[in-house]
Each structure stands twice: as C-alpha cells, then as structure tokens.
C-alpha cells in the first residue's frame, strides 16, 4: 500500500514539476516579448530623435540673404574692426552665428542687412 501511496505521490510531484516548467517558459517567453517591444520603441526614439536633430541641424545651417529675418542662436560680434567688418550703423549689430555666417542685423527688427560668409 504504501508503494502505491509512493507512486501517487512521485506522479504528483512529477506533474507538479512540468506545471513549473511550463509557466517558467510561459512567463520566459511573455518577458522576451516584453523586452522586443521595448527595444523596438527605444529604436523608434532614436531614429525620431535623429530626424529631430537633422532637421534642427538644417535650420542652423542655413545659407542667409538680405532682407531674411534672423533670430537664431549666435554670438554678438563687439571686434568688428578684428574680423574685417565694416563698422555696424545705428541699431545695428554684426553677428556670428553656428555655421560661420557673418550677419548684420537691424537690432530692432532682426532684419539682415549684410551676410558674409567667412
């Protein structure tokens, strides 16, 4: 009676194991799903960050001509004289900005009056 006892109890244990089994590979394969998704959204927001960065880039870079208005990042040129730039007028001011632009501007206005590019 008690191998039969013995018996009953290792099936059990047996079916027991596999039911384990099965959710360790249940909960492994939900975690690799888990873990595409994330990696596919963190290459989606790379790649968004990238074309952000270009476009950006684009507009920094820009090729600027009189009469355009300008209000984009740069540094106020107080050498003018050092640089070979003629003297700026009244309200005006020489600028340099993040592609090597050269640009008079109208203070007042952000209206470009000259640009060189140096």
């Known amino acids: 009676m008690r191998s039969n006892a013995s018996a009953a109890q290792w ?3 047996q079916e027991w194991q596999r039911q384990q089994q ?3 590979r249940r909960r492994a394969e939900q975690q690799r799903l888990r873990d595409e998704a994330w990696q ?3 290459e989606a927001e790379l790649r968004h960050r990238a074309g952000q960065q270009h476009k950006t880039g684009a507009r920094q870079h820009r090729h600027w001509e ?13 050498d003018w004289h050092q640089s070979q730039l ?3 007028g ?3 001011r020489w600028v340099h900005d993040d592609s090597g632009q050269y640009l008079l501007l109208e203070t007042a206005t952000g209206l470009i009056l000259d640009a060189i590019l140096r």
Request: proline share 4%; aromatic share 4%; hydrophobic share 5%.
């Open 11 to 13: 099936e059990r244990d």
């Open 22 to 24: 099965e959710e360790l």
């Open 40 to 42: 596919r959204k963190q």
């Open 66 to 78: 009189r009469g355009q208005r300008y209000n984009g990042h740069h540094s106020q040129v107080r």
């Open 86 to 88: 003629r003297q700026p």
């Open 90 to 92: 009244r309200g005006q």
